[in-house]
């Protein structure tokens, strides 16, 4: 589990870059939505759904299921896109992202969609969430223990229920909830740093008796053997500080905090599915 060859690095890629055209496609037809933390995501998206995960989009209810709970739901884009590739329905359903009727709405809503495990929306509340489905299991003597992933954004770490979480997490050694946090330095308000610093966040969590893991969030190698040491740790639960580039695959949005909310317009788009397709065409002959 701690290892990774070329060649799934390589299928994982073309896979994350599949799901950042859907998210293009996406966002454009609906003309709303979040851009820079649904394409930032899709590299850890495409790991757990394509590599990490024991699930079964055939039977999404499945008791054994790991669960994946994302606590900022506005990147609900590229949850819906890996779900789609993942086949747990099609992938043509994803033009109907925030219409009225759809089921894939603005914010996941569990009753709606196969796979969609938490309602999200109201930043803060993921990590209770998670925490409260593995102490049920631990009540109810779950074996084989699964794992809960709960995926968070870093400026969704202002709520102080989120901290509240992270002294549970601590409190009652959770081990199998694994937290990655989405550090791309970003929110709707500016730069986190700007709007209220984070830093050292590695040290903060490590106050509260967990361990922290900082990886590069777009590197395969360095997010499977993050989860593999999380899964192997018995002392403490692990949180993972996955550093990202909000926009990522798109040069001219990359790293601009102005994109958290914004959709690109039918000129981006043409030139964001033109850089995705070349990068594909690079990885497909072994040139990137």
């Given amino acids: 589990m701690h290892s990774i060859t070329d060649v799934e690095i390589q299928a994982l890629t073309l896979r994350a870059e599949d799901i950042r055209e859907s998210i293009i496609k996406m ?17 850890i998206f495409t790991c757990l759904y394509f590599r990490l995960l024991n699930h079964n989009p055939e039977h999404p209810a499945w008791k054994e299921r790991d669960r994946v709970i994302l606590s900022n739901g506005h990147i609900a884009p590229v949850l819906y896109a890996s779900l789609a590739h993942a086949g747990y329905f099609s992938v043509s359903e994803l033009k109907t992202l925030r219409r009225f009727g759809s089921r894939l709405q603005g914010h996941p809503h569990r009753e709606s969609l196969p796979g969609v495990e938490v309602t999200s929306g109201p930043l803060g509340c993921g990590l209770s969430q998670a925490i409260g489905m593995a102490l049920a299991d631990r009540i109810d003597n779950h074996k084989p223990e699964r794992y809960i992933y709960c995926l968070m954004g870093d400026g969704e770490m202002n709520e102080g229920q989120v901290w509240e979480s992270l002294l549970h997490l601590g409190k009652f050694k959770v081990n199998n909830v694994i937290t ?34 900082e990886i590069n969030g777009h590197d395969f190698r360095d ?25 990522k695959g798109i040069s001219s949005i990359e790293g601009d905090y102005r994109w958290h909310g914004k959709t690109p317009d039918e000129e981006l788009a043409k030139i964001a599915l033109k850089e995705i397709r070349t990068l594909r065409g690079k990885i497909t002959h072994g040139e990137a």
């Fill in 223 to 247: 997010i499977v053997h993050a989860v593999g040491m999380a899964k192997s740790s018995l002392d403490k639960p692990t949180v993972i500080i996955a550093h990202t580039i909000p926009g």
């Fill in 27 to 43: 966002l454009l037809e609906a003309k709303s939505g979040h851009t820079a933390g649904s394409l930032d995501m899709a590299d």
């Fill in 180 to 213: 990655i946090i989405d550090r791309n330095t970003i929110q709707i308000d500016g730069y986190t740093e700007t709007v209220l610093p984070l830093e050292s966040l590695k040290d903060k969590i490590e106050s509260f008796n967990l361990h922290a893991i």
